[in-house]
């Protein structure tokens, strides 16, 4: 090692590792906490040159080395030398006083604190070691037998009659203790006799959870009445738990919904390691956890977007553990009805949004299945055969049928919607919202004339304000959606400002109801590209499955394309896939017939764009434009949808 080549050691201050020296290129560190061969370990020795002193030392007297000072004096002879220093400069002298007089109470400050704390510390050990005498010198435990007894230390020293071991407390300590666990072993014999004791307790590990329900959907809820249609999922992202739980301390029913989450947190880590096995049938998709969701911990820093529930990204942790606790109790009323011979018309029925704690399988484990358990056993002892432990299984099972299975009902899961889903603000206007839009009022595209100026409006309009236009044309479409066949002509403006009673989204454009999905498109748009240009989610409305990277290759093809296009066609091919992807590609599969949109190609998915024009104006796509469909067939690994 070069000499002045300095190594640092953290933690126990042994190497486990070689690196590179960057000054000389030699082996620094070690393995197996030794020293490499060229490494040598300081011992605080000072090496650097002898000679150097201040002033003339043939009239100084009363040298001392700076070498042999402690480093408390030595940093205190430094900053001595250069305050005086910088005194002598004569630069702006009352500034450097002040300076000065600063630096001095600031260390004077110090040196009372670490005092204090010293002196704290000195009180604390005094009186650690005082206890710890007493404690050290305390022989009540020697001398008094119920102490011995209650801290289970009796020794040898305590008399034990073979012929009367059941009347001394300190046998018991050896006994067989009464659980639900050890009744789970014992059951293995006469399983085949007592079927549903045997089924509950080898799903009754699964079973405890479902207590929580009935809070869990309070829980969901709540935060549906208050978020759903009023946050994007970048919001519900940055809106963490503890946030929520701030805003729940001003509701009357806080405590309720404080414990509601506190059985949603208990839940989740009841079931995670289940749901992480199993596989689901979710509306006729065959869906899994993903093994990132599953190892997710639910504190005061989780996004509250994984409360919300949904049937993707990080929603579907609520959903899934709703759907999964729900699904166990059918399960497990199977088993239980088929070994009773309970017909199917004999079973009740629930649906999800009627569930109460009644329809539910609740007990808790050690204030209601323990007591049972405690009421039907029998423990006796006998010298020389030790402790027997026995339970009256028949009437442990019928007790068992008549407080938890008996009223119990079937969930209703097949329905689409039996779970509510969150609805984001980005998903309230995509392609399935506008298919139903164009059935109630064609649409037509705004004009070039007018877009020009739109779009020189937008350029001056903030950020909130952009979102509040987007979110009243929202407003407008769920309306118009659900009414009649409405009048293409007819003002959009007036419908908004006179029956909504909202401000005038339209940017002082006079615009018809048929106008409606082409003014959405070009704010939405807007908005994309201002969150782009900060570098934020910018498509927060569409699945992650669609946002895989680019290769390299495929990159460098679309960039080069993309140079040698005029600006004017750029600018409508790049309004043409944005459109394309909010009304085409970002199609939910309803079933297995339906195309799934991630499997097709790019230019097959433009391509179905334009043939199924969304507007009744459109004209045919330019030769050009058609030019450039085909040539991304030609791109390195065919473009796709995702």
């Known amino acids: 090692m070069p000499l002045f080549a300095y190594l640092c050691l953290s933690q126990c201050g042994k190497p486990a590792t070689v690196a590179v020296c960057m000054t000389c290129g030699k082996e620094i560190g070690g393995r197996a906490y030794k020293l490499a061969a060229d490494n040598t370990k300081w011992e605080g020795t000072d090496r650097t040159e002898m000679g150097h002193i201040l002033g003339d030392s043939d009239h100084i007297s009363g040298l001392f080395p700076e070498r042999k000072l402690s480093n408390v004096s030595c940093g205190v002879l430094r900053l001595l030398t250069h305050l005086a220093m910088f005194l002598g400069s004569d630069f702006n002298l009352p500034v450097s006083v002040t300076l000065i007089e600063l630096i001095y109470e600031t260390i004077i400050h110090k040196i009372t604190k670490i005092q204090e704390r010293r002196t704290k510390v000195i009180g604390t050990e005094e009186v650690l070691q005082l206890s710890n005498n007493r404690i050290a010198k305390d022989r009540r435990l020697d001398k008094s037998q119920l102490s011995q007894l209650l801290f289970e230390t009796s020794g040898h020293n305590i008399h034990i009659s073979e012929t009367s071991l059941y009347d001394n407390p300190s046998i018991w300590q050896y006994r067989e203790h009464v659980s639900v666990e050890h009744l789970k072993l014992m059951i293995g014999r006469v399983r085949q006799t007592y ?201 442990l099972e019928s007790q068992l049928i008549d407080r938890f299975l008996i009223t119990k009902s079937d969930i209703l899961l097949d329905d689409e919607d039996a779970i509510e889903t969150m609805v984001y603000k980005s998903d309230s206007t995509n392609s399935v919202v506008f298919l139903a839009l164009r059935t109630t009022i064609k649409q037509d595209k705004i004009s070039h004339v007018v877009m020009g100026q739109i779009k020189n409006e937008m350029s001056r309009l903030q950020y909130p304000d952009l979102c509040d236009h987007i979110q009243n044309v929202d407003i407008a479409i769920n309306f118009l959606k659900s009414l009649g066949r409405i009048e293409p002509g007819s003002s959009f403006n007036d419908f908004v400002v006179d029956t909504l009673q909202l401000d005038d989204p339209c940017l002082n454009q006079k615009l018809k109801m048929s106008n409606i999905q082409s003014l959405w498109i070009t704010l939405s748009y807007e908005k994309t590209k201002r969150l782009q240009d900060v570098s934020k989610e910018s498509f927060d409305g569409i699945p992650s499955r669609f946002k895989e990277h680019l290769t390299d290759d495929q990159r460098k093809f679309v960039t080069t394309y993309a140079d040698k296009l005029p600006l004017q066609r750029l600018s409508v091919l790049v309004d043409l896939l944005y459109e394309c992807i909010v009304l085409t590609i970002n199609t939910p599969q309803k079933d297995e017939e339906t195309v799934d949109m991630a499997t097709i190609s790019l230019d097959d998915a433009i391509s179905q764009h334009i043939y199924d024009q969304p507007y009744e104006n459109e004209q045919h796509a330019d030769k050009w434009l058609t030019e450039i469909i085909v040539s991304l067939k030609k791109t390195p690994k065919a473009l796709s949808c995702l």
């Open 195 to 395: 079927p549903v004791l045997n089924i509950f307790l080898e799903e009754e590990h699964s079973l405890r959870p479902l207590r929580f329900v009935p809070n869990i959907m309070r829980l969901q809820k709540h935060l549906l009445q208050k978020y759903k249609r009023r946050l994007d999922k970048t919001e519900a992202n940055n809106l963490k738990l503890k946030m929520v739980i701030e805003e729940f301390s001003k509701d009357e029913k806080s405590e309720e919904l404080l414990e509601c989450i506190d059985h949603f947190q208990q839940a989740w880590s009841m079931t995670k390691d289940f749901i992480q096995k199993d596989t689901f049938v979710v509306n006729k998709r065959i869906m899994q956890l993903k093994s990132g969701l599953a190892e997710t911990v639910i504190d005061d820093d989780t996004p509250v977007s994984f409360l919300l529930p949904s049937h993707t990204d990080q929603g579907f942790l609520s959903y899934i553990l709703l759907y999964f606790l729900l699904q166990r109790q059918n399960l497990f009323l199977e088993k239980y009805r088929q070994s009773k011979s309970i017909g199917f018309h004999a079973r009740p029925f629930v649906q999800v949004r009627d569930i109460t704690s009644t329809h539910m399988i609740s007990y808790h484990p050690d204030s209601d299945l323990l007591p049972i358990v405690l009421a039907n056993c029998n423990y006796t002892f006998q010298v020389g055969e030790g402790t027997r432990l026995e339970y009256n299984f028949a009437t």
